[in-house]
């Protein structure tokens, strides 16, 4: 079956510096979602992916998602404390269920 | 946020217990879902609901039974829980789903329910 790998697993980050985080899928994908779970809440949807090669940005967030639809990634440019939280990427196919990868968990050092 | 309610927040049941977890979306979604959280799978897919039917059982087992029965509820349906079933329980609505879609939607997740097993 479809399986989503996310890394790394834990991203300590300095506050200001930046960081990205990669999601890979075994097959190829149709979209890509990206969720956020802050600490104690529930994942919160950020953004869909469609096309090959799209890139989409959210003030300091930018998503990528690969050529080969099968990779997308967040990067994230001078962080800040409200971006502490995990982050997940789902992998959905022809509108079959998401699989969600295991999640980066951010941690920003002030 | 208030689109996905769940209850109770918190639950604390015996093995020998059977106890319901409610979901209920105000979205005027088509589809549901159960995921189940814990340390060792972060979001794990249960079951999904489109339109009332039960379209998607991830192996999951006979002790937990989904229940929906209108596109606004969902249940889960808990007896003789083992304590590895400690998890935080997440619901969530999307507009539809299908195979017949090109895309998926974007899933609305409620608070989640903390299960502890004792």
């Known amino acids: 079956g479809q399986q989503v790998m996310q890394i790394p697993q834990y991203q300590h980050v300095q506050e200001g510096e930046d960081f990205t985080t990669y999601c890979n899928s075994s097959?190829?994908?149709?979209?890509i979602q990206w969720y956020k779970q802050r600490p104690g809440g529930h994942p919160v949807f950020l953004i869909q992916?469609?096309?090959?090669?799209e890139v989409k940005k959210q003030k300091r967030l930018t998503f990528q998602f690969g050529e080969a639809k099968k990779n997308s990634s967040l990067h994230i440019t001078a962080t800040q404390t409200t971006d502490v939280g995990t982050y997940f990427c789902?992998?959905?196919?022809?509108?079959?269920?998401?699989?969600f990868g295991g999640g980066t968990r951010v941690l920003v050092k002030p | 946020e208030t689109g996905v309610t769940q209850t109770p927040r918190h639950l604390v049941m015996g093995m020998t217990n059977k106890k319901s977890l409610k979901c209920e979306q105000h979205?005027?979604?088509?589809?549901m879902y159960w995921y189940k959280q814990s340390a060792k799978k972060p979001l794990e897919l249960m079951f999904v609901?489109?339109?009332?039917?039960?379209?998607e059982n991830n192996s999951v087992p006979s002790r937990f039974s989904p229940e929906c029965p209108n596109s606004s509820h969902l249940f889960l349906h808990l007896h003789t829980l083992q304590p590895e079933d400690s998890a935080l329980y997440l619901c969530?609505?999307?507009?539809?789903?299908?195979?017949?879609?090109?895309?998926?939607?974007?899933?609305?997740f409620g608070p989640g329910t903390r299960l502890t097993v004792t």
């Open positions: 789902a992998g959905g196919a022809a509108g079959n269920k998401l699989t």
């Open positions: 609901y489109s339109l009332e039917e039960r379209v």
């Open positions: 097959t190829t994908l149709s979209n």
């Open positions: 979205l005027g979604h088509n589809a």
């Open positions: 969530a609505s999307s507009q539809d789903y299908g195979k017949g879609l090109a895309h998926n939607y974007e899933q609305y």
């Open positions: 992916l469609v096309k090959s090669g």
